[in-house]
Antibody, heavy 118, light 108 residues
Framework: EVQLVESGGGLVKPGGSLRLSCAAS????????LTWVRQAPGKGLEWVSF????????YYADSVKGRFTISRDNAKNSLYLHMNSLRVEDTAVYYC???????????WGQGTLVTVSS | EIVLTQSPATLSLSPGERATLSCRAS??????LGWYQQKPGQAPRLLIY???NRATGIPARFSGSGSGTDFTLTISSLEPEDFAVYYC??????????FGGGTKVEIK
């Protein structure tokens, strides 16, 4: 069974940093690209960042470029999102999602809540 | 950036009724459009990919159609578990991947 489990969310002050993790199981982790998607409270879905299977290709939304860094460790079946210079508007549930065979998000984690507030 | 506009924002229907949800793209996405369902407190679930293909395990009452800029998700007969928010998403011209603003299907 494919599972994605996020962790690392919490309360942080504006300007602070946080690292999110996503532990994967039930599939060949190194064969799939992965994505972070976030959802602000009561709002829609927003794509945040993408990393290809070998980490060769990495993309970011303009809203996080220069502040967030996506990475993965294929030996540990883990995906990460390093978030720096956090802003109030980064407050959201952050989901990791697998890019399926047709380049849609076929499996999602349960999400981890990041709250940026003073 | 391709903007996806979903309508209506809210659809009030009764179980057993047919639901028709619309997603319009600001420029052609060919058939590279997907639909997701999200229930409160849950992660989104992939329903439809490439405009008209049902994802694994998705019931046949869900169908998708369209190409270019205009797409439709149809639920032929609403079950109680279908009341949720639905999002469209494009992967034609990315980054960025973009989502529509969502349509909430609520019980009338």
């Amino acid at each position: 069974e494919v599972q994605l489990v996020e962790s690392g969310g919490g309360l942080v002050k504006p300007g602070g940093s946080l690292r999110l993790s996503c532990a994967a199981s039930g599939f060949t982790f190194s064969s799939y690209s992965l994505t972070w998607v976030r959802q602000a409270p009561g709002k829609g879905l927003e794509w945040v960042s993408f990393i290809s299977d070998s980490s060769r290709y990495i993309y970011y939304a303009d809203s996080v470029k220069g502040r967030f860094t996506i990475s993965r460790d294929n030996a540990k079946n883990s995906l990460y999102l390093h978030m720096n210079s956090l802003r109030v508007e980064d407050t959201a549930v952050y989901y990791c999602a697998r890019d399926g065979p047709f380049y849609y998000f076929d499996y999602w984690g349960q999400g981890t809540l990041v709250t940026v507030s003073s | 950036e391709i903007v996806l506009t979903q309508s209506p924002a809210t659809l009030s229907l009764s179980p057993g009724e047919r639901a028709t949800l619309s997603c319009r793209a600001s420029q052609s996405v060919s058939s590279y459009l997907g639909w997701y369902q999200q229930k409160p407190g849950q992660a989104p679930r992939l329903l439809i990919y490439d405009a008209s293909n049902r994802a694994t395990g998705i019931p046949a009452r869900f169908s998708g159609s369209g190409s270019g800029t205009d797409f439709t998700l149809t639920i032929s007969s609403l079950e109680p578990e279908d009341f949720a928010v639905y999002y469209c998403q494009q992967r034609s011209n990315w980054p960025p991947v973009t989502f529509g603003g969502g349509t909430k299907v609520e019980i009338k």
